[in-house]
């Protein structure tokens, strides 16, 4: 699958690499699992990606497991190919090509595909400076009607992790890494003005809301990674 102009950018930009990474043109990651570990191995071992907020904050090393597929308890086959610096589960690419996290042999679910996990990261990357919203209680069928005050066209992407965005604000919703059911999926409403967050009813309806900066105090990669 062929990335977005935006993920390309951010893989050449952003991405820290033991080598030089493909040309912008040639980028392209194939659907089929199998196929993707041979590229993965091949081209991207050793690539560490920034996560600049969400799930994925800090820095994720692609790395396919040198065990092999394995099995989970439920009958879900998967491949470690990823890790991160902070959470200690292993993302995990699906036989049939879903993209998850693992934490002891388990799996669950998180995106379509390997190239919505790679988009996911470089959006954040495009909001970087922006004011970010998280707190318990918020939903996202609200917050997205939050921005679409007096806004056309918004951009829709994701499956479980999705995301609707405009030129000025964003929503994202993501399952918890636990994958436990009983726990809403975390949502968090981004602008590029503070103000328009600042003093709202979205806000004020938060029992303990959070109001950050994306990027800011942002870390470097473990020196670990790159001693290997």
Request: glycine content about 12%; proline content about 8%.
């Amino acid at each position: 699958m062929k990335p977005t102009a935006e993920s390309v950018r951010f893989l050449n930009e952003e991405a820290r690499a033991p080598h030089r990474l493909p040309e912008a043109g040639s980028i392209d990651f194939p659907s089929e699992a199998g196929m993707l570990v041979e590229l993965l191995v091949e081209g991207w071992e050793g690539v560490t990606l920034p996560g600049y907020g969400g799930n994925y904050y800090g820095w994720t090393r692609l790395s396919v497991s040198r065990d092999g597929w394995a099995s989970s308890p439920d009958g879900d086959e998967f491949i470690r190919i990823g890790e991160h610096q902070n959470a200690p589960c292993a993302i995990v690419l699906h036989r049939d090509g879903r993209v998850g996290v693992s934490w002891s042999g388990e799996y669950t679910d998180m995106f379509a595909g390997f190239m919505e996990f790679v988009e996911s990261l470089a959006l954040w990357s495009t909001l970087r400076g922006w004011t970010v919203l998280s707190g318990f209680g918020l939903q996202y069928s609200e917050a997205v009607d939050f921005i679409s005050r007096g806004r056309l066209r918004p951009v829709t992407v994701g499956s479980l992790t999705r995301w609707t965005r405009f030129d000025d604000v964003a929503v994202l919703e993501e399952p918890f890494l636990t994958g436990d059911p009983g726990r809403p999926p975390r949502v968090y409403v981004m602008a590029a003005n503070p103000a328009l967050l600042m003093g709202s009813d979205l806000v004020g309806s938060l029992p303990y809301p959070s109001i950050s900066t994306i990027g800011q105090g942002f870390p470097e990669p473990p020196e670990r990674w790159f001693r290997d």
